[in-house]
């Protein structure tokens, strides 16, 4: 099956709102290639694409799948991606390595936010694209309505190049208008265009045209002068304004039905370019982008995709080869790293089976297993003709969850089951949060990492529970004070005596805790003024008020007394502690919290929505800035109040919003809430 050259492959993601039916499409596509003998359905987990226990656990897709089948002249490698947003990473991959895409829509739900989505993400990446509209036999499937939708929010060059023959329950077929051929049924059987359709097949099909001359002068003026144009120039036409952009076909079906499905291969054959006929990037020494004509006969350029980590085989890795051609059992190098890495068995991928191969050439997608050092987004070349092809930009992590092992045994196996986790994701992300002391999970939305922590306990056996993390409150003081505290005790030999006293002032936020020795006259020896200080800065760990970390305050030691035989390091160190506690309860104890930036991006209409929600949440408005129809609304929000905005923000937005936030200081917690946390921590404690 890697016997097809560079002309002969169609490397072409599927994209769509969540559950518009691209893995039933996908299904469909092997199934009439002959490349399954099954038909699998999404509902029971049964699909080639959908094999992980999380995919069949959830009824959504998780990963990216690689799904080649051999049509006509071709083989065509479906990139099929999750529609769920939290998962896009894998659609940005799955954009990144392919010529082209097919956003399937709903036919009854018409345009959704993921397919305005899926639509810009191919614009911005200049990919040629059709549209196949799907479950054209459901209730309320209406390919009329939809197409005036596409048109009205995705613009005009959406055009139909067929049309269904009846709808819902008695959707038999499609008619192509440009071979004015009807096919109905699950095999496309040839026949008459029904007459009751004529008059719109006639005025569709007038469109189809238009659109498909339009681009090329020659057709153009055949066509104006009222020459008949032939199907092969208006196919080739078509071609040419699909390849430059210019055109989108619609074309229509029902992936259950297993309707249109190959039609819709046969229109990826015709209609969308072929890995020779794309330039790809490269970066030059200073990180300037080149095109590159793609050929077999140049040195190995090959892009990491994609990275899974597999409890059995190990690390699985993706790659899609740009030029030359990449051998089983060789070496290559990866010149991300710049090191070489050893090739074992290469292999192509139909979802989780594999076959073997010797080699994989210019235009294609193979995986190779036990990679040592390479990862997602490197390039893998020759160690004397190194390239680096651009890499894949993945989303921030914005949605954080704290990570608690269930047992001993599962806190052991913690730190390696969650490093492996994140290589395999890229927008997965695990740190410590060094004033909590929590192990930190980051991604872009709560079901990811629910995904992650079932998936940590299938592949490593580590049972974890996901928290909201805790927000890393503090203490100050807000007046200056002095305290003496005098810790003395006579027990039976000689006894125990340390007497200390402080000065207490309140210092500028942010600037810490800072210790002064103000003794004079050697009222404290100086060799028990570091016990003082160790005393001190012992009861700074630990306010008065919730016990969080006291800062930004000014303590001064500035008399006290001693005994020559009963005073110790210990006592000096206890009177420095109790001296402490008692001045900071005196000096109007208050919590502080973290407050952040938060920067948050939504299409204009929402700026009201998102500015009334953070003003629920005592957020400080810092400025908007409308441009292009969205809205940057910045802010500073207390962190407490944040931390589930991803969530927030896509209820708000339907998932039509981004932001970022990053930490800015330290301010007082109004006393409504510090009252909660107080009384919140000391049931934690206890
Ligand atoms: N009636 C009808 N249902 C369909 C059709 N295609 C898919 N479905 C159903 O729609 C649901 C989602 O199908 P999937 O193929 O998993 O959709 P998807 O786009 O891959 O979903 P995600 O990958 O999770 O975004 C399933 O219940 C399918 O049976 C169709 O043509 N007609
Ligand atoms: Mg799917």
Not at 62 to 87: A, E, Q
Not at 149 to 157: F, M, N, T
Not at 191 to 204: K, L, W
Request: hydrophobic share 35%; net charge negative; glycine share 8%.
């Amino acid at each position: 099956m890697n016997q097809y050259g560079l002309d002969n492959i169609r490397n072409l993601v599927f994209l769509s709102h969540n559950g518009a039916g691209k893995t039933s499409l996908s299904e469909a596509a092997l199934f009439n290639s002959g490349a399954i003998t099954r038909l699998g359905k999404a509902d029971d987990g049964t699909t080639t694409s959908d094999y992980d226990p999380a995919e069949e656990k959830h009824h959504i897709s998780i990963n990216l799948s690689v799904l080649p089948c051999l049509w006509k002249d071709n083989k065509i490698n479906i990139l099929d991606t999750p529609g769920y947003s939290d998962f896009v990473a894998e659609v940005k991959a799955g954009l990144r390595v392919s010529e082209g895409a097919v956003i399937a829509v709903c036919a009854a739900s018409g345009v959704e936010v993921g397919t305005e989505q899926a639509w810009a993400y191919c614009e911005e990446a200049n990919l040629p694209r059709l549209i196949f509209v799907n479950k054209m036999d459901r209730e309320n499937a209406d390919f009329y309505r939809t197409v005036e939708d596409l048109q009205a929010r995705c613009g005009s060059k959406c055009v139909p190049v067929q049309l269904p023959i009846g709808a819902q329950n008695d959707f038999q077929g499609v008619v192509e208008l440009l071979t004015m051929k009807s096919y109905t049924g699950t095999k496309a059987e040839e026949g008459e265009i029904p007459s009751a359709m004529q008059n719109q097949v006639d005025s569709f099909r007038e469109k189809l045209i238009e659109a498909a001359a339009e681009f090329d002068d020659t057709l153009l003026e055949k066509y104006l002068g009222g020459e008949e144009l032939s199907i092969e120039e208006l196919v080739s036409g078509l071609r040419q304004s699909v390849i430059n952009g210019k055109v989108v076909p619609v074309l229509v079906g029902s992936a259950l039905k297993n309707i249109g499905v190959g039609l819709l291969l046969d229109a990826i054959n015709s209609y969308l370019p072929s890995p020779g006929e794309r330039d790809f990037a490269i970066l030059g020494n200073s990180g300037e982008e080149e095109m590159i004509k793609p050929s077999k006969d140049a040195p190995l350029a090959a892009l990491v995709f994609k990275t899974t980590a597999d409890p059995y085989v190990g690390k699985l890795t993706y790659f899609r080869v740009y030029n030359g051609i990449i051998n089983s059992n060789s070496q290559v190098w990866n010149s991300k790293e710049g090191e070489a890495e050893r090739i074992g068995q290469l292999f192509t991928l139909r979802g989780k089976n594999q076959e073997q191969v010797a080699q994989i050439a210019a235009g294609d997608i193979g995986g190779v297993a036990k990679l040592s050092i390479t990862s997602t987004g490197d390039t893998l070349c020759n160690q004397d003709k190194p390239v680096k092809l651009p890499a894949i930009s993945f989303p921030e992590p914005v949605f954080s969850e704290a990570v608690y092992p269930k047992t001993k045994a599962d806190l052991d196996k913690l730190g390696s089951a969650l490093s492996r986790l994140a290589e395999e994701e890229p927008t997965l992300l695990v740190r410590r949060d060094t004033d909590t002391g929590e192990t930190i999970l980051s991604g872009l939305g709560e079901t990811q990492l629910e995904v992650a922590a079932e998936e940590m306990q299938r592949k490593f056996g580590v049972s974890i529970n996901l928290e909201i993390p805790k927000v890393p409150y503090r203490e100050t003081i807000t007046a200056s004070t002095q305290a003496e505290y005098k810790h003395k005790k006579q027990t039976g030999g000689h006894g125990q005596y340390g007497h200390v006293m402080l000065e207490l002032e309140p210092l500028p936020s942010g600037s810490g805790s800072k210790f002064v020795d103000k003794v004079v006259g050697g009222r404290i020896p100086k060799n028990y003024i570091p016990a003082v200080e160790k005393g001190v800065n012992e009861a700074l760990g630990e306010g008065v008020l919730a016990r969080y970390p006291a800062t930004d305050i000014r303590v001064t030691v500035y008399d006290g007394s001693f005994h020559p035989v009963d005073s110790s390091e210990i006592c000096f160190k206890i009177a420095g502690s109790g001296a402490f506690k008692k001045g900071m309860s005196q000096a109007r104890p208050i919590l502080l919290e973290p407050i952040v930036n938060i920067s948050v991006t939504v299409p204009e209409d929402y700026t009201g929505d998102i500015i009334g929600d953070l003003n629920t949440k005592r957020a400080q408005l810092q400025g908007m800035n409308p441009s292009n129809g969205l809205n940057v609304i910045q802010a500073q929000v207390p962190l407490a109040e944040v931390l589930r905005y991803a969530i927030d923000l896509k209820s708000i937005t339907q998932g039509k919003g981004s932001f970022t936030m990053e930490f800015s200081h330290y301010e007082s917690v109004p006393q409504i809430n510090s009252q909660k946390v107080i009384a919140e921590r000391q049931t934690e404690k206890a």
